[in-house]
């Protein structure tokens, strides 16, 4: 989605969003704190300062060409890693200063980033715990991708998918990700999608206002 496009449209976006806010509305005790302890945390972190030093370091470095990331979204990365604590992580996209906010979150996790399906090694049944899908201009990789760590994942999993409102063939992929019989709680936050599988919880779908 056009940057300029997007941010232009963010009032309106809050606004036909307001109601789902701050977790008004959610009666799961497991929701609730994922909105209000984890998506809307704002306490300031001791690392996002050394994260945002080490960012502008590596930035300079010419081989560094590295797609825009808001800081709120990188921000949440690493308290969604920190919430859940996996033991791998899996980061398929674009190059990102988001993989410098993924690793910290859970540092000694195992941290495994391809930008294509080619690059992707996996260890024989190692579970994909944390997956962060932001390749959204190729919605055909995107469903591979999914499909592929949809194999590996526990009852702990957690799948973060970028971009489910880019097009409307991404919103549809969006739509029969959380849909799939594997999918559990799923959170709606408009730019980011958040699927999770542990189906010892009551199958819904949440809308954030993010």
């Known amino acids: 989605m056009n940057r300029i496009f997007l941010f232009l449209k963010r009032p309106f976006i809050w606004m036909l969003r307001f109601r789902h806010r701050c977790g008004y509305g959610v009666h799961s005790p497991f929701a609730f704190n994922l909105i209000t302890q984890v998506i809307y945390e704002s306490t300031p972190y001791y690392k996002y300062k050394d994260l945002e030093k080490e960012e502008k370091k590596l930035a300079l470095e010419k081989d560094k060409n590295w797609k825009y990331e808001s800081k709120k979204r990188?921000?949440?990365?690493?308290?969604?890693?920190?919430?859940?604590?996996?033991?791998?992580?899996?980061?398929?996209?674009?190059?990102?200063?988001?993989?410098?906010?993924?690793?910290?979150?859970?540092?000694?996790?195992?941290?495994?980033?391809?930008?294509?399906?080619?690059?992707?090694?996996?260890?024989?049944?190692?579970?994909?715990?944390?997956?962060?899908?932001?390749?959204?201009?190729?919605?055909k990789l995107m469903e591979e991708a999914f499909h592929l760590c949809l194999a590996r994942i526990t009852d702990q999993s957690i799948f973060v998918i970028e971009g489910i409102r880019y097009t409307p063939e991404m919103f549809a992929l969006w739509k029969r990700m959380r849909q799939d019989e594997k999918a559990g709680v799923s959170f709606d936050l408009y730019d980011l999608g958040i699927l999770f599988f542990d189906k010892t919880k009551i199958k819904q779908d949440y809308v954030v206002n993010f």
């Open 74 to 139: 990188k921000h949440l990365l690493f308290r969604l890693v920190n919430y859940t604590q996996p033991n791998t992580i899996v980061d398929i996209g674009r190059l990102a200063a988001s993989s410098l906010y993924l690793k910290a979150g859970r540092e000694g996790a195992d941290y495994v980033a391809a930008s294509s399906l080619s690059e992707l090694f996996l260890e024989a049944d190692v579970p994909v715990d944390f997956l962060y899908l932001h390749h959204y201009r190729q919605p």
